[in-house]
């Protein structure tokens, strides 16, 4: 059979892959074309676009960048059109996405959403349109099942695949010159504006915090230069693709928000979930954002387990504040890995590549017999 998959941003581009990996083992034919990244790419995808192009993060940027958007959006469309796919996946990033579905519906493709987009969160009234344009959804948080029951759809929960990753990941170890220091990982993203927004604020954290040290992951699809400033100083590294490594040394971590924050709590890391974006951004999430808060930990335990900064409350004085806690009350670490390893057992329901690769296939193949 024919895939089409669509992924926007790092986290979609890993899933995605691994995605791709599990429909190869269930259909020896499939033929994959799409948009994406390097990992759909390495799988075998025949990459039309690569999603550094169009990784845009908050309403303002969004807003500005809405002629590019548009111009990709219509060579997607036109790209699916001559491929012909039996069916389109799309993996999160859903205000592209959700266009895309529009289209599709139009032209009766067959559309299935991997990782829903996350409208629990905002303008929850969505769910009703998302029904009326997907044919299957599957869903990576336990929560979302409920959630969609209450629009009458029954969508089905595959399980997550950063635990996949997590639990797939060989670890190397890392050569780390922190002079029998602590070292905290810090994880600013894999958007060039997330980068931006935090590290300003954090690099002002390292150079008052001596008696730490701290590594840098850097994502392989944004420059070097943008740490130039943070790499000058003493206690500190710049490490590019070895963010699970990393996170296997740490003693905590400072975090963007995002599936970055899951990642760093299934490998038992105290963490601060940070974000910063504009303030035009930042005002309109706070009319529209429906949800108590914004880290997938916090989110799936329904409780906070990791301290959250955000915006005005992202600021040296309490993110020191916070990291020492985390590195050095006993207590306060132990407590939160307790929390980690309850999110853990709730998301841990096998592969969830595998769940969904077997189910989209025995879907394609019941449609089509």
């Not at 409920?146 to 190397?172: C, E, I, R, T």
Request: hydrophobic letters at 40%; proline letters at 2%.
């Amino acid at each position: 059979m024919k895939y089409y998959l669509i992924a926007g941003e790092r986290s979609g581009d890993l899933h995605g892959g691994n995605l791709v990996k599990a429909l190869k083992s269930f259909d020896n034919r499939a033929d994959f074309r799409g948009f994406g990244g390097d990992n759909m790419s390495q799988q075998g995808m025949v990459l039309y676009k690569h999603y550094r192009n169009l990784a845009f993060m908050g309403f303002w940027e969004v807003l500005l960048n809405v002629t590019k958007i548009s111009r990709y959006l219509k060579e997607v469309k036109k790209d699916i059109l001559l491929f012909r796919p039996d069916v389109v996946i799309l993996i999160d990033y859903g205000g592209f996405n959700l266009k895309v579905a529009s289209f599709l519906k139009r032209e009766k493709i067959k559309c299935f959403y991997y990782i829903t987009p996350k409208v629990w969160a905002w303008n929850q009234s969505r769910a009703r349109r998302i029904k009326k344009l997907v044919d299957r959804m599957f869903v990576i948080l336990p929560f979302e099942k409920d959630f969609y029951s209450k629009y009458d759809w029954q969508v089905v929960y595959v399980g997550n695949p950063v635990l996949d990753a997590v639990q797939n990941h060989q670890v190397k170890d890392m050569q780390i010159d922190n002079n029998s220091l602590p070292v905290v990982a810090i994880l600013p993203g894999s958007r060039l504006q997330e980068i931006k927004g935090v590290l300003n604020t954090i690099e002002k954290v390292i150079e008052n915090n001596g008696h730490l040290h701290f590594v840098i992951a850097k994502v392989e699809n944004l420059p070097m230069e943008l740490y130039a400033s943070v790499k000058t100083l003493k206690n500190v590294e710049v490490f590019e693709g070895e963010t699970y490594n990393l996170l296997n040394k740490a003693s905590a971590a400072i975090v963007t928000s995002g599936t970055a924050t899951l990642e760093t709590a299934l490998f038992k890391v105290p963490q601060i979930v940070v974000y910063s974006t504009s303030k035009v951004s930042y005002w309109i999430g706070r009319m529209v954002i429906k949800v108590n808060y914004i880290s997938l930990v916090n989110l799936i335990a329904n409780a906070r387990v990791v301290q959250e900064l955000i915006q005005s409350d992202f600021n040296p004085k309490d993110l020191s504040h916070e990291l020492n806690r985390l590195v050095f009350e006993e207590d306060y670490r132990k407590n939160m890995i307790e929390k980690y390893n309850e999110i853990e057992n709730l998301l841990d329901v096998g592969s969830a590549s595998n769940n969904a690769a077997q189910l989209m296939f025995k879907y394609l193949t019941n449609s089509s017999s």
